[in-house]
């Protein structure tokens, strides 16, 4: 090298700075966000990863006896059978009794003897006014239609002869299921009721023809009741009346 400047190099000195112009404006510089921005790229990638994760890995198994404890046991049979044992103990060592109620209960786990017995008493006060003023469209809701052609029938006649009932209901002392039996998808129960009446017959002049209007009298009547039991209409209708006294 004499001092003096080599074409060559110049012109490969002259290439090497305009590379670098070029690299310089393409890549740009340092601005100090680019920490931020890897730290969002390497959040972005565990994201994805996660996403990738197939969904059974996310399934926690429970271990055998808390799946049983957890998985709902039939309580049927047990409802059932102490239902059974209730309507036993009604029939009061009445075998026959105590297998129509059960035969009941098996056919309709919806019968319940404490509120079929609530409804009774309810329906006898009913009916028993009812059948006292005359009143057709009450009785016709609660009695079948044979009961009904016949209380109608002796309504009839009573109005006929132009007669009256007074009567104030007093109160049910005691109503108990004396029978009980299903029959081709039937259920019929029969009810000893014992109720207390003031009651009094009047003629057209106002006369009283039979009964006490001011004595307390002890009626005793057995009414049987039937249902369907694949029925959704959960209402009893008197199908019998017999009284005792």
């Known amino acids: 090298m004499d001092g003096r400047i080599d074409v060559t190099t110049l012109l490969f000195l002259v290439l090497a700075v305009v590379i670098f112009l070029k690299l310089r404006s393409v890549l740009g510089r340092r601005t100090g966000h680019e920490q931020a921005r890897y730290e969002r790229y390497k959040a972005q990638q565990e994201a994805s990863q996660r996403a990738k994760v197939p969904a059974q890995d996310k399934v926690v198994t429970l271990p055998r006896r808390d799946r049983e404890e957890l998985e709902p046991r039939p309580a049927e ?15 009061a060592g009445n075998s026959g009794l105590a297998k129509g109620l059960v035969d009941v209960v ?6 319940d003897p404490d509120g079929f017995l609530k409804g009774a008493k309810a329906a006898y006060e009913i009916i028993v006014t009812a059948f006292a003023e005359g009143n057709r469209k009450t009785l016709k809701d609660l009695l079948s239609r044979d009961v009904y052609d016949g209380f109608s029938g002796a309504i009839a006649e009573r109005e006929s002869r132009g007669e009256q009932i007074d009567q104030s209901f007093v109160g049910i002392k005691s109503a108990d299921i004396v029978e009980a039996e299903l029959k081709n998808g039937i259920a019929q129960l029969s009810v000893k009721f014992v109720s207390e009446l003031i009651s009094a017959t009047r003629d057209k002049a106002g006369e009283v023809t039979a009964g006490d209007p001011k004595r307390i009298k002890e009626v005793t009547d057995i009414w049987t009741f039937a249902r369907e039991v694949a029925s959704r209409n959960p209402n009893w209708r008197l199908i019998a009346t017999q009284a005792a006294n």
């Not at 409802?79 to 029939?91: C, F, I, Q, S, Y």
């Not at 098996?106 to 019968?111: E, I, N, T, Y």
């Open 106 to 111: 098996r056919a309709d786990l919806s019968f």
């Open 77 to 91: 049979p047990a409802v059932r059978t102490d239902v059974e044992e209730r309507v036993k103990g009604l029939a």
